[in-house]
């Protein structure tokens, strides 16, 4: 599957998470205090839960639930309860535009 536009870079507001569908996945990006944009797959590993509404705290996003906090640039879980990673994709951002491919994620 090739890239899909996932939203304008502009619709981003710093340090705050996103949810969008992309091929079917939901995805929460972040763009960071650096400037980078982060995509990781938007459901904890823990429950059913939206990450996408969490908190962005330095290089991490937090579940609201539950407290996990996942790394933006691995997926791995820092605390429990969720022991499990998320899916990490690549976000390229073209002309002010973010794209993501969905089939691939980032091998870390």
């Known amino acids: 599957m090739a890239q899909e536009k996932a939203c304008a870079l502009a619709d981003l507001t710093l ?3 996103k949810r969008v ?3 079917g996945i939901p995805m929460a990006l972040v763009l960071d205090s650096a400037g980078d944009v982060h995509a990781i797959g938007d459901t904890c ?5 939206s990450l996408a509404e969490g ?3 330095d290089n991490t996003l937090e579940c609201w639930a539950h ?3 996942f790394e933006l640039a691995t997926g791995k ?3 429990l309860p969720a022991y499990e990673p998320v ?3 690549t976000a390229v951002t073209i ?3 973010i794209y993501i491919d969905p089939t691939l994620t980032k091998e870390i």
């Open 15 to 17: 340090n705050q998470a």
């Open 21 to 23: 569908i992309i091929g």
């Open 45 to 49: 590993t823990h429950g059913d839960i």
């Open 55 to 57: 908190f962005v705290e």
């Open 67 to 69: 407290g996990s906090k």
């Open 77 to 79: 879980p820092l605390t």
């Open 87 to 89: 899916p990490v994709f």
């Open 95 to 97: 002309d002010g535009d």
